[in-house]
């Protein structure tokens, strides 16, 4: 199995940067994509980003071009650098995983990291 853990969370003033950080553990190379989730209070789960295994990235319309996802392959941990934050960002940041086990695909969770932007 494949455990995910976030980090980089926190409170920031509108206009600044956050890196948010997912390290993988397990069963690494049975991973076929990792990406991030959001989700506000009072909304549902929001896709924003995704890395697959040859590197091609995609990002939320609304998102992009604040956004850069990328991955150290050596630390197991994929990362998303937001820029430009608002106000509207603040939400639980979860990090996922398409796992390849037992001939099927499965979606792993991190546990979610808090990203509060003030005005």
């Known amino acids: 199995q494949v455990q995910l853990v976030e980090s980089g969370g926190g409170l920031v003033q509108a206009g600044g940067s956050l890196r948010l950080s997912c390290g993988a553990s397990?069963?690494?190379?049975?991973?076929?994509?990792m990406g991030w989730y959001r989700q506000a209070p009072g909304s549902q789960r929001e896709w924003v980003a995704s890395?697959?295994?040859?590197?091609?990235?995609n990002y939320a319309d609304s998102l992009l071009g604040r956004l850069t996802i990328s991955r150290d392959n050596a630390k197991n941990t994929v990362y998303l650098q937001m820029n430009s934050l608002k106000p509207e960002d603040t939400a639980v940041y979860y990090c996922y995983a398409r796992v390849a086990w037992a001939s099927s695909l499965y979606t792993t969770w991190g546990q979610g990291t808090q990203v509060t932007v003030s005005s």
């Open positions: 397990g069963s690494i190379f049975s991973i076929n994509v």
């Open positions: 890395i697959t295994r040859d590197n091609s990235t």
